[in-house]
């Protein structure tokens, strides 16, 4: 979560900021201490199919009395795993109306349940208060730094981008959440940022870890302190300007959390904000901590700081003398696949632009590659495109659709979750930018290629889930017919619009592409030219009223954009 862009974006809209993530690898079975799906790995329990009528412009039942009408509305930053049920969702504290602040319990970290990924209701989250470790720690490291002492009551909190897994440690199956909170006070002073700049950067932000057996109660115990942002530069935390963010003070910004479970049964946190990269942290399966001691989060070099916070895994720019310290990345989320280390990440800014890129490794320590080969891990912009701001004929269409979470249902297909945004001037409402729904969509796994058709990468379906449940074989005869085609090439700030597309009985199309196309039924690859997309039922939500139609989603090796498509006569 980027935090300036919207905290100035807060100053324009009705709330105030105070400012996706799992996945559950398939069955692992590692000493005692995993990350796992339903041990039964059952499907959903029996489903009537029934099309969903909650609205995408909430702004009417926004209010905190309406929250059991709320639906996946108000969803920020989310995270995603089944427990004892249900799939239980936790998010960043953000609210339209600032809504959430209303709660009696459990007002940070808010949270959603739902036993069929349509349907979802509040639950509280773990934190009530800033837990005092916090506001210790944070004394402690100013005491190192020479720095005056901050009281609690002048302290600016904000509470961000948890993620949360169901693991099996020593025998006990439980929910473990990683959270951030950000302390928005000047380092040099100790006063809020909303005071008068005196020449410093912001403090830092600090990650801390809870557990819970009884989530549906909204019970947790908090462990404390896990690690924090932490800086290369020594104590040299100056800044020229209160509007420069080039040179920022912080090598890691200790936000956005993302845990996994290797199959060997290691433990690991994967973080990081819009400063230098992410930082891969091992982390003790029991206590939740890390495996070594951290230090003070200063060091006169990024080689120190990296041997005690974390080995540097990703970054958008890369080191040289051009190296700019802020660059718009963050939100990693990692998960495990047929080999593969999957790493999502959001890219620029979120109230527009925010859109969702993945590289791979066949080592959680990288190095990770995008699908052309780019490495990460040093530097480079990452395809393919896995989600992005568009726009279908009908409807308003979707900006900010991004930090994400990577998960599994009870049968094993994988899913996508992140909040989109509507975009501003929707209904005449200035603030419709800062409306926040819920997204759930399946991931398709796509060939990189026809020449590569076992190089499958995750794309996300362009309609969000609903439970369809026709499952009926999609045929050639099926695909024949218009359809509404997006090519979701990277644009800041741009939604990309779709035009029509016509397939054609005879293998060719019209409109928005024109050529040959043929489709191999089994395995649901319809191949437009020579890019393959991969081919489902889902429910077309722009439609009124709301239908079952057909969606595709894929990509190319050297595309460098998504294709996007819905059937729509």
Known sequence: MKKTLFFLLALAAPFVFVACEDDEPEGIKTGGNKQEVDPNNEVDAEYTFKVPTYQDDYSSIAGWANKDKWNLANVHDPSVAYYDGYYYMYGTDASYGNEHEKAGRGKHFQGKRSKDLVNWEWVAGPLNDAPSWVVTKLNEIRATMNLDPIEKSNIAFGYWAPVVRRITVDGTTKLRMYYSIVIDNYIKSGKKATEAFDGSWTERAFIGVCESTDPANGNWKDLGFVTCSSSDKGKDYSRARSNSWADAYFYYNAIDPTYIVTPEGDHYLIH?????????????????????????????????????????????????????????????????????????????????????????ATSIEGPYRDIKGTDITTGGDCFPIVTHPYKFSKGYGWVGISHMCAFQNRSGEWFYMSQGRLPANVGG???????????????????????????????????????????????????????????????????????????????????????????????KYLKLNNVIVCVERELDWEASPRKVTLVYAGTGKNLNMTYWGKKVN
Request: aromatic share 12%; charged share 20%; proline share 5%.
């Open 272 to 360: 990081g904000s819009w400063h230098s990269g992410f930082a891969l942290l091992k982390i003790d399966p029991s206590t939740g901590k890390p495996d070594h001691e951290l230090g003070d989060p200063f060091a006169n070099s990024a080689a120190d700081l990296e041997a005690r916070y974390g080995k540097r895994v990703a970054t958008r720019i890369p080191t040289g003398k051009s190296y700019c310290r802020w660059q718009g990345s963050e939100a990693p989320e990692v998960i495990y696949k047929d080999g593969y280390y999957y790493l999502f990440m959001a890219y620029d800014g979120l109230d527009v632009p925010y859109n969702t890129r993945v590289a791979r």
């Open 429 to 523: 409402n200035a603030y419709s930018n800062a409306i926040m729904m819920g997204h759930v969509r399946r991931l398709v796994w796509c060939p990189a290629s026809p020449d590569e058709l076992n190089n499958l990468w995750p794309i996300a379906l362009p309609e969000r889930y609903a439970h369809v449940t026709d499952q009926t074989k999609i045929t050639k005869a099926d695909l024949v017919g218009t359809w509404e085609h997006i090519n979701l090439g990277y644009q800041a700030s741009v939604q990309q619009q779709s035009k029509e597309l016509v397939l054609n009985e005879d293998g060719s199309m019209s409109g928005a592409l024109t050529g040959e196309w043929s489709y191999d039924a089994d395995k």
